[in-house]
Nanobody
Framework: QVQLVESGGGLVQPGGSLRLSCTASGIDFSPWTWAWYRQIPGKEREWVASISRGGAITYTDSVQDRFTISRDNAKSTAYLQMNDLKPEDTAVYYC?????????WGQGTQVTVSS
């Protein structure tokens, strides 16, 4: 059974940093492109960043130069280092494979950026 567990969220002031982790179990982590998504209540889940099996990385424009995605296949874990956080980054963050058929979603981790 596939399980995705996100962690590392919290309350941070504008300009602060957080590092999110996403650990997968029940699957072979390494073949997939992994992505981070975020969702604000009442809005669609949006793609934030992704990293391919070979390490190719892409970001949505709003987080370029502030967020860094990485992966550790040996630990079946994807990371999102978030720097210079802004109030508009406030959301629940999720990870999943980048696919038309994602795995079952985890519970996400709440990131709140507020002074």
């Amino acid at each position: 059974q596939v399980q995705l567990v996100e962690s590392g969220g919290g309350l941070v002031q504008p300009g602060g940093s957080l590092r999110l982790s996403c650990t997968a179990s029940g699957i072979d982590f390494s073949p997939w492109t992994w992505a981070w998504y975020r969702q604000i209540p009442g809005k669609e889940r949006e793609w934030v960043a992704s990293i391919s099996r070979g390490g190719a990385i892409t970001y949505t424009d709003s987080v370029q130069d502030r967020f860094t995605i990485s992966r550790d296949n040996a630990k079946s874990t994807a990371y999102l280092q978030m720097n210079d956080l802004k109030p508009e980054d406030t959301a629940v963050y999720y990870c999943n494979r980048l696919s038309w058929s994602p795995f079952s979603w985890g519970q996400g981790t709440q990131v709140t950026v507020s002074s």
